[in-house]
């Protein structure tokens, strides 16, 4: 049974655009208030922050624009995505260096 290319993409847009949206939000959230109530320092909401919506950029960029716009430049795609997967690894590499720090909390 073979799956037609626009069911395909309608599938993967209900799953990948929610998923993306929810990173973002909850990145957005830690960064704004969300880290306080979690007991984060400044230096961790920052970082925890960025990484989830720099994540939910690279879920979109990965899993619905490439697919919807196979002709774009690779050049700009590449980089839009080797750009959100740094800041994710990064944001994530300072929220584990703090943590294994013992970074105090507010």
Same mark, same amino acid.
């Given at each position: 049974? &073979?799956i037609?290319? @626009?069911? @395909?993409?309608?599938?993967?847009?209900?799953?990948?655009?929610?998923?993306? =949206?929810?990173l973002?939000?909850? *990145?957005m959230?830690?960064? +704004?208030?969300?880290?306080?109530?979690? =007991? /984060? @320092?400044?230096?961790?909401?920052?970082?925890?922050?960025?990484? *989830?919506?720099?994540?939910? @950029?690279?879920?979109?960029? #990965?899993?619905l624009?490439? &697919?919807? #716009?196979?002709?774009?430049?690779?050049?700009?795609?590449?980089?839009? +995505?080797?750009?959100?997967?740094?800041?994710?690894?990064?944001?994530? *590499?300072? /929220?584990?260096?703090?943590?294994?720090?013992?970074?105090?909390?507010?």
């Amino acid at each position: 049974m &073979r799956i037609r290319r @626009s069911a @395909s993409l309608s599938l993967l847009a209900l799953v990948a655009i929610p998923w993306a =949206g929810a990173l973002v939000v909850g *990145g957005m959230w830690v960064l +704004e208030v969300g880290g306080q109530s979690l =007991g /984060l @320092s400044p230096p961790q909401r920052v970082a925890g922050g960025i990484a *989830g919506i720099a994540a939910g @950029s690279l879920v979109f960029t #990965y899993c619905l624009a490439d &697919r919807l #716009y196979p002709l774009a430049a690779r050049g700009v795609v590449w980089s839009a +995505e080797i750009l959100s997967c740094v800041s994710v690894l990064i944001g994530l *590499g300072v /929220l584990m260096a703090s943590w294994a720090a013992g970074s105090p909390a507010p």
